[in-house]
């Protein structure tokens, strides 16, 4: 899974910080979501969906992307 973030839908509520702080941080000049990494590992899986639907925004998007040559 990958999470993306929108900045300028970004409202600085900081819900997304304190629900995955291992996945986002606010930016020290702005207070906007930044990432600290894009692909969530499987155990924050159910964390950054709970982020994504607690943004206020709607900035952060989760992708189940399952890369590159997979096929079923």
């Known amino acids: 899974m990958q999470v993306n973030v929108e900045r300028d839908r970004c409202c600085s509520s900081g819900q997304c910080v304190m629900t995955v702080p291992e996945i986002f ?10 990432l600290r990494q894009v692909v969530v590992p499987a155990g924050l899986l159910a964390d950054v969906r709970l982020a994504a639907d607690l943004c206020p925004g709607g900035a952060i998007t989760v992708s189940e992307d399952d890369g590159p040559g997979t096929t079923d």
């Open 25 to 34: 941080e606010q930016d020290d000049r702005d207070s906007l979501v930044a």
